[in-house]
C-alpha cells in the first residue's frame, strides 16, 4: 500500500486551500498526517515503512499524506518546516499540529489517539 503524494494542486483540494482561506479550513473529511520529507533524508526513510504499516492498521479511519520538500518548497514554506522529517497531525475539527523528527510507532499511535481522536 504506497501513501498519497501531495502536490500543490492536491494539497488544496485535500488538506486547505490557502489561496482562498487565510484562516485554517480542513478541505479533508477524515483526520490526516502529513508527512514532510526528502529522498536524501535517513530519518525520513525510517518513518517511511512505520506510515505504511499504520495506515494498513488504521485503514480509512484516517488519511496519510507525504509532502516531498524538495518539490513543494511552497507548502514546507507555509507550515515553516525547517527540519526533515516534520509530521502534521491534523484533526477533523481544530487545528493542526505539528511534531518534528523520525518518531518512534508508539508515539504515532499516542498522537493518532490524542490528537486526532482516532481509535
Given at each position: 500500500?504506497?501513501?498519497?503524494?501531495?502536490?500543490?494542486?492536491?494539497?488544496?483540494t485535500?488538506?486547505?486551500?490557502?489561496?482562498?482561506?487565510?484562516?485554517?479550513?480542513?478541505?479533508?473529511?477524515?483526520?490526516?498526517?502529513?508527512?514532510?520529507?526528502?529522498?536524501w533524508?535517513?530519518?525520513?526513510?525510517?518513518?517511511?515503512?512505520?506510515l505504511?504499516?499504520?495506515?494498513?492498521?488504521?485503514?480509512?479511519?484516517?488519511?496519510?499524506?507525504?509532502?516531498?520538500?524538495?518539490?513543494?518548497?511552497?507548502?514546507?514554506?507555509?507550515?515553516?518546516?525547517?527540519?526533515?522529517?516534520?509530521l502534521?497531525?491534523?484533526?477533523?475539527?481544530?487545528?493542526?499540529?505539528?511534531?518534528?523528527?523520525?518518531?518512534?510507532?508508539?508515539?504515532?499511535?499516542?498522537?493518532?489517539?490524542?490528537?486526532?481522536?482516532?481509535?
Amino acid at each position: 500500500m504506497t501513501l498519497e503524494h501531495l502536490t500543490k494542486d492536491t494539497f488544496k483540494t485535500k488538506v486547505f486551500n490557502y489561496e482562498t482561506n487565510k484562516e485554517w479550513k480542513f478541505e479533508g473529511v477524515k483526520p490526516a498526517i502529513i508527512d514532510f520529507y526528502a529522498d536524501w533524508c535517513a530519518p525520513c526513510r525510517m518513518v517511511a515503512p512505520i506510515l505504511e504499516e499504520l495506515k494498513e492498521e488504521y485503514g480509512d479511519k484516517l488519511d496519510i499524506f507525504k509532502i516531498n520538500t524538495e518539490q513543494e518548497q511552497e507548502l514546507a514554506g507555509m507550515f515553516g518546516v525547517q527540519s526533515i522529517p516534520s509530521l502534521l497531525f491534523i484533526p477533523a475539527e481544530g487545528q493542526p499540529q505539528m511534531a518534528m523528527g523520525a518518531l518512534p510507532k508508539d508515539t504515532f499511535k499516542k498522537a493518532i489517539s490524542d490528537v486526532l481522536k482516532v481509535n
